[in-house]
C-alpha cells in the first residue's frame, strides 16, 4: 500500500486499511512508497498497476474497488474467515 496501516497516504490505501481494521482480523502492510524496486516489482508480480494491493495467504485478491466490493457483499468477511481458520 501508500503508507503504512497507521499512516496511510493515499485515500484507497486508506480505504482497504479501515475495512481490514473493521473486520478485526490481524493484517500486515508494506509502504510501496519506500522501495521503488518492489513498487515495479509487485505490478508485475500481480499484473495489477496500482495500489493498494490486497493478498490473502499469499494471493493477490484485488485493489481498493475489489475489496470494497467484496466487503459489501460478504465475500471478504467468507473469505478471511477462512484464512484464519487454516
Ligand atoms: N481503482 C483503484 C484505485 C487505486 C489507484 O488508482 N491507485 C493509483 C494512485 S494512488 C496507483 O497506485 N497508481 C500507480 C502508482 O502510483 O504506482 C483500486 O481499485 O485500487
Known sequence: ??????????????TVV????SLN????TINILENE???MGL???????TFPQLYIEGEFFGG?????EAYK???LQELLEKAMCS
Do not use: A, H
Not at 482480523?25 to 500486515?28: K, R, T, Y
Open 43 to 49: 505490478k508485475e508480480y500481480s499484473n495489477w498497476p
Open 25 to 28: 482480523v490481524p493484517f500486515e
Open 18 to 21: 479501515q475495512i481490514l481494521n
Open 1 to 14: 500500500m501508500k503508507g503504512t496501516k497507521d499512516f496511510p497516504q493515499c485515500g484507497f490505501s486508506n
Open 37 to 39: 524496486m518492489l513498487r
Open 73 to 75: 457483499n460478504g465475500e
Open 64 to 68: 481498493c474497488d475489489i475489496t470494497v
